[in-house]
């Protein structure tokens, strides 16, 4: 692992169980999610579907995705700590119980947990696997990059190419009023690589199966 993240990486342990902490006094119940989702079904539950701010790129799937990490990122987008115009308007009509409630249906339209382990990703080519050293992104984000080391971290396998690109360069931004995401430990992992080297762990990390996958509901069927 790089030297210079391993403080980094302290400081993330740290500082996000603290998040997941606070996220659990509230219990989501999945089927009052599924109510309370109508919000969200029209990006997130439409196959293919693109955001068009800051760029044109596939909106993340997050059927399957930990309830921990969801509800934190809802929190984030509330409190300014993400910043989308659309998630910010969104986020700042739900209560602590709705964000927990929609976290819950979402991790449970995944399904049960896969108990036996991953399957193998595929072999990273010398630069990429460079940078996935570089990163440390298996520390924190597990086995195969679908079995985080902390519920309040997300699972990155399979996720869309063009979110992953996107979400890995908004940790760079600083001071924009409509995009970034203010994390210091993802901030100074994402500032180590130029764009172009972004692109090439995204679109790694979208060829290694995983869990999460985008469930159609009734409505867009």
Known sequence: MNKLLLPLLALFVTSVTVLPA???????DAKAGAGKASMCIGCHSIKGYQASFPEVYKVPMIAGQGARYL???LSAYQKGERKHPTMKGISGSLTEQDMADLAAF????????AAAAPPKPPEASGKTAELLKKGACASCHGDNYSKPIDPGYPKIAGQHADYLFVALKSYKSEGNATWGRANGVMGGIAKQFTNAELKLLANYL???PGELKTVPQAKFK
Do not use: D, F, H, M
């Open 206 to 208: 979208q060829t290694v």
């Open 22 to 28: 606070l996220a659990q006094e509230v219990k989501g």
């Open 71 to 73: 509800a934190i990122s």
């Open 106 to 113: 979402y991790e449970a339209l995944g399904g049960p947990a």
